[in-house]
């Protein structure tokens, strides 16, 4: 298995939630992380609080601007780019009978076309490293969430996305791979306006039973995840559960 140490790491949406925790993660570990958002206070705070390994760049992912200078911070921070992980995105709920176009459009330009192009432009840095592209799935895709098909379907294409263009590039000898998580206390849901926090700390606590290990994860819990498929040089085209069994269904049924 390869080593992160003086690994060059992009991270998108570094400044909470998974994204946060991968970027501390890869940087306890010895790499060199460059970590991206929107909300310069956050990602800042990050970078400073993880030191001098990590940096933080100011950007969208939907901007192609803001994708190419993302990956050249990325560059210039780690001297290469060996592992993208493409984790920005935003929680979308919409009733089924009241869908409209621009919200989903906007679903789809965040949470996968995005992705999509920053990988795009990411392939020839990463083929001479041979290097992993990372995406972040959803347990929405075992488990069926009411109110929540915008979101899921999103992430659905994410794991079509990930097999399709493992095959494509595995003859460039860059890996791609796909974590699915189960239940993790992020913003997410609170920064969509979706739940308040309180409410959203209720959910986390009802849903803790409906995963098998009867507790739902941590952010760092799904960086080990994020690591083993950056480490692991026969692996490539798989979504990875690491969801604490939620996505088994357990019932008392």
């Known amino acids: 298995m390869r080593e992160i140490k003086n690994m060059s790491v992009l991270i998108t949406g570094g400044g909470s939630g998974i994204g946060e925790g991968t970027a ?24 400073a609080s993880i030191g001098p390994a990590c940096r933080a760049v100011v950007g969208d992912v939907t901007v192609q601007a803001d994708r190419q200078a993302m990956l050249a911070a990325a560059v210039e921070h780690g001297g290469k780019l060996d592992v993208l992980v493409s984790n920005a995105a935003n929680m979308y709920r919409q009733a089924v009978d009241s869908y409209t176009e621009d919200f989903l459009k906007e679903a789809f330009n965040t949470n996968v076309i995005s992705g999509m ?28 969430f009411p109110g929540a098909s915008p979101y899921a379907t999103t992430k659905a294409a994410i794991e079509g996305l990930t097999r399709v263009m493992a095959a494509e590039l595995g003859r460039r000898k860059i890996r791609v791979g796909c974590i699915v998580p189960g239940a993790v206390n992020t913003e997410i849901n609170v920064r969509a306006g979706v739940f308040t926090a ?11 039973k409906d995963h098998a290990l009867g507790r739902i994860g941590s952010v760092m819990e799904i960086a080990e995840g994020i690591e083993y498929l950056v480490r692991a040089e026969w692996v490539t085209g798989v979504a990875l559960e690491v969801d604490g069994g939620l996505g088994l269904g357990v019932s008392s049924f």
Request: proline fraction near 3%.
């Open 24 to 47: 501390r993660y890869f940087a306890e570990r010895g790499a060199r992380v460059t970590i991206t958002g929107r909300r310069r206070d956050k990602i800042d705070a990050v970078a």
């Open 117 to 144: 192009m920053l990988s795009s432009l990411a392939v020839p840095l990463l083929e001479p490293t041979q290097g992993a592209i990372i995406f972040i799935g959803s347990v929405h895709n075992r488990r069926a």
């Open 198 to 208: 309180d409410q959203a700390e209720s959910r986390y606590a009802g849903i803790a």
